[in-house]
């Protein structure tokens, strides 16, 4: 199938133009347009060769809308022109115990990423989805609901579903108080979501300017933080924080804000280690955890939750050659909340 996309074709140069096959339809394959992509930092970071060697030529994306054009013999899950989603990954193992119990992101085996992978053949390489076309199996793909706006539903695929799914995990809801640091692509879907759960949600945020954006998504408190001792008076005050910010941070003061078996979620990924003062988790039997996307039933259940609350990301729809642009501007935080690529425009 050819396929007309956004390349990087070394660590070191812009992307450009990119033409490729996808593989034909297996039995159980789905094949779609893709209508949106959205541009995830972690695309800039594989692109850039920052997280260590990557594959090129590399189609970054894995944030992808579209519609179902084409579906293989046995395929029972999708019909020809419905919407359709596909995120982090598009394989694993699906035997081990992670896979089987609907955990794919886990999979004991590695599951397969979107891009920047091989697929499980081991020679295939795995383009992303900043281009028009897609083949998937349809066991890794999910349904969009048609009430939601699509360029807002593409980075629910990442950004959506890795603030969703520990808000879930530690049983976010009424009674609950959840603190999000950093309002970006991250943070705002995790404000969203954990007000629509009915948790009393916290900004921490270093701008000030973001007030009036968090509390329009649902934010009931919004704290500025310039140093540790902004976060004192907050002392022994909440169940669950989640750490949406990829910068080298000071945990410690953050982790004092847990109340008794609070925990503290990391989600964006620093450039170095944590230090962590083991007495601080020992008061208040505090926790410190991480987590990682969603599997695949978590993620049709979240896009559910959001037709039912009418939830997309706040996005910034670009044209493909605004692609090198987009990238600088997320690198300075220069977006509310999402690129996202009009890959119609291919």
């Not at 078996?261 to 991480?290: C, E, F, H, M, W």
């Amino acid at each position: 199938m050819k396929t007309k996309g956004y390349a990087a074709l070394s660590a070191k140069t812009e992307l450009v133009p990119f033409e490729f096959d996808r593989r034909s339809l297996r039995p159980r394959d789905v094949a779609l347009d893709i209508y949106y992509a959205g541009i995830c930092h972690s695309d800039i970071h594989q692109a850039r060769e920052e997280w260590g060697p990557s594959t090129f030529p590399m189609v970054p994306g894995h944030e992808i809308v579209g519609k179902v054009i084409e579906i293989g013999s046995q395929v029972s899950k999708f019909k020809v022109g419905e919407l359709i989603g596909v995120g982090v990954f598009v394989d694993s193992c699906r035997n081990c115990s992670s896979c089987l119990a609907g955990l794919e992101q886990y999979c004991l085996e590695g599951m397969t990423g979107t891009y920047n992978a091989l697929e499980r053949d081991g020679k295939t390489v795995a383009y992303g989805g900043y281009c028009d076309k897609f083949v998937i199996d349809e066991d890794y793909a999910v349904h969009v609901p048609q009430n939601l706006e699509l360029a807002g539903v593409a980075p629910l695929m990442c950004a959506g579903i890795t603030l969703y799914s520990p808000l879930k995990n530690w049983n976010t809801g009424p009674g609950k108080k959840v603190g999000v640091m950093g309002l970006g692509g991250l943070g705002h879907m995790g404000v969203k979501f954990a007000h629509a759960l009915g948790a009393e949600t916290t900004v921490f945020s270093h701008s000030p300017a973001k007030e009036s954006d968090a509390k329009k998504m649902g934010a009931d408190h919004f704290v500025v933080v310039k140093d540790s001792k902004d976060l004192k008076s907050l002392s022994k005050s909440f169940d669950l924080i989640l750490n949406t910010v990829s910068a080298d941070i000071d945990l410690d003061a953050y982790l004092q804000c847990l109340k008794l078996d609070g925990t503290l979620v990391v989600i964006g990924l620093p450039g170095k280690p944590y230090s962590i003062n083991a007495g601080t988790l020992l008061d208040q039997r505090r926790s410190l955890a991480g987590s990682m996307i969603g599997g695949i039933a978590q993620l049709q259940e979240m896009l559910n939750f959001c037709e039912t609350h009418n939830i997309v990301s706040d996005v910034e729809v670009i044209k493909p050659d605004y692609i090198n642009k987009a990238y600088e501007r997320t690198v300075a935080s220069d977006v509310k909340y999402r690129f996202v690529i009009d890959t119609k425009s291919f």
